[in-house]
Structures are given as C-alpha cells and as structure tokens.
C-alpha cells in the first residue's frame, strides 16, 4: 500500500488567512483527490487533484477558494484561502495506487481549526 | 448520483455481541464497495472491499457480502472487542474512481 505523508498535521489560524496543505506519497499513484471531514460529519469529496492541470471540483467547491497544484505523480497541495470558521475540519488527501486500481489510502489528515 | 446510506449511529454494545452496521448503495454500474474505520485520533483506515456481487469481503473477523439484489454490502462482526470502538463508514467507488461516503456509525463496544 502507499505510504502518505501529510503537513502540517495540524494549524490553528486566524480568519481571513490562507493555508496550504501539502500531500506527500512514497510511490507514484494515478490519481490523488481532496476531501474534507467537517466536525462530526462524514467525508466530502473537494476535487481530484490532476497531474499538470486545474483539478477538477466537485458541486459546491472553487477553485478560487480551494486552490489545488499537483506537479508530479507523487506531491500535491491544497490551498485554504480567505479561511473562515466555517473551514473548521480535517482535510485529507487520497491517492489510487498503479498497482492496487480499486482501493484508495488515505493520508493522516490536516486539523485545521479557524478562529 | 451516486449515494450511500448508512445505519444512524451510535451503536453501543457489550464486548463479545453481535454486531450489524447496515448499509444500502444506489449507482450506475457497477461500483466497488468498502468499510473504512477511523479509530479516535486517528485517520481513515480500509477495512475491508468487495468489487463485484456476490464478492465477500473479510478482515479482522469483520465481514461484508457485496449484494447486487438488494443494493447492499452490510457490515457483520460474531464477536465485538472493546478495541473495535470507532467510526465506520461505508463507501462507494465507481468508474471515477471518487468515493462517495455514508454518513458514518460510532461504535463503542463496552467491557
């Protein structure tokens, strides 16, 4: 299975900043998604994140809120932008490895708490 | 668009019941089905998968059967630990390959 590696693990920031979140995997994988775990809730798919290209977002997710980089096969970003508490939740990353096509390993996850 | 419906939560239970965690599905296709446990403080765990019907799915004592006839992949455990306390969410993956997650059960399995 991939080995993924998330930053930071955990933030606490103040309203109106931004945060970028960083997504690491030990071997090359195919696809790479974002999803967010608000408080108590389930998980939420954000976009997929695409090698060289604007990810592509899911109902109710922006670009220019969620900005989203994957430069290569194995790092991807997600940026928070304009964060209000509402962005309260832990962000995950997932990947689909080249050798296992019909599971997806999660990362650690990022806390973020927005004041 | 694809949905998963799962049992509301929470289940509690004595360690050593049965345990049952429903889980209904509506897709086109023929998606792949998973469990994934999130154990406190800590992240997203594959429990078990099946990618066809009729497939079983099995891991650590848990089970699943993957039922094309009535849009289902139910979660089974004979015998609970006080260590299976965690949330379980069932899932769907089709041809995109994004997962669609239930709502999420909270176990806690009481000594």
């Known amino acids: 299975s991939a080995v993924i590696s998330q930053k930071p693990s955990r933030d606490i920031c103040q309203r109106g900043t931004s945060l970028t979140i960083q997504c690491q995997v030990d071997s090359q994988v195919t696809m790479m998604f974002w999803y967010r775990q608000q408080p108590g809730q389930s998980l939420t798919l954000i976009a997929t994140a695409n090698q060289g290209s604007e990810a592509t977002y899911e109902s109710g997710f922006v670009i220019d809120k969620f900005p989203i980089s994957r430069p290569n096969l194995t790092f991807s970003t997600l940026t928070v932008s304009n964060m209000s508490p509402e962005d309260s939740s832990i962000y995950l990353c997932s990947v689909v490895s080249l050798h296992i096509y019909n599971e997806q390993f999660f990362g650690p996850g990022t806390r973020l708490t927005v004041l | 668009g694809d949905s998963v419906t799962q049992m509301e939560g929470p289940v509690t239970l004595s360690e050593e019941a049965f345990l049952t965690i429903n889980c209904t599905y509506t897709a086109t296709g023929y998606p792949s089905l998973f469990w994934y446990v999130q154990y406190p403080g800590e992240g997203l765990q594959l429990l078990l998968k099946?990618?066809?019907?009729?497939d079983k799915g099995s891991n650590k004592g848990f089970e699943a059967t993957y039922r094309k006839e009535t849009t289902s992949f139910h979660l089974e455990k004979g015998s609970v630990q006080v260590s299976d306390s965690a949330v379980y969410f069932c899932?769907?993956?089709?041809?995109?390959?994004?997962?669609?997650f239930g709502s999420g059960t909270q176990l806690t399995v009481l000594p």
């Open positions: 899932a769907l993956s089709g041809s995109a390959r994004q997962l669609t």
């Open positions: 099946a990618t066809k019907a009729d």
